[in-house]
């Protein structure tokens, strides 16, 4: 298992965050106000929730391994990569 999220940084967490509990910095189509062209706007300010390996830290750990955690959260992505017809070489392996 690598030591980070492996996050190939396609974005479709970004155009879909209305599907994402507590985040509401979204627009009438769901994607986060803060993407503009070349990535997010406050990356080195960006919610917690928005970090994977840090929300682990805060929010999982005591209820799930990483390795699961990293899991669910490659399943999400390819999902949400799916359904935004988002190329393939961006899926997410754990
Ligand atoms: S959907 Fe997954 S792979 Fe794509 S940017 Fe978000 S966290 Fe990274």
Redesign the pocket.
Same mark, same amino acid.
């Given at each position: 298992m690598t030591s980070q999220?492996p =996050?190939?940084?396609?974005?479709? =967490? =970004?155009m879909s965050i209305d599907e994402i509990d507590f985040l509401e910095h979204y627009n009438e189509n769901g994607v986060c106000i803060n993407l503009i062209e070349g990535g997010c706007s406050i990356y080195t300010e960006r919610p917690l929730l928005c970090r994977?390996d840090e929300s682990y830290e805060a929010f999982f750990s005591s209820y799930m391994s990483k390795e699961n955690f990293y899991l669910i959260?490659a399943k999400?992505?390819n999902e949400?990569?799916e359904k935004l017809q988002i190329n393939k070489k961006?899926r997410?392996w754990v």
């Open positions: 999220f =996050c190939t940084k396609c974005g479709a =967490c =970004c994977i959260n999400a992505c949400l990569q961006y997410v």
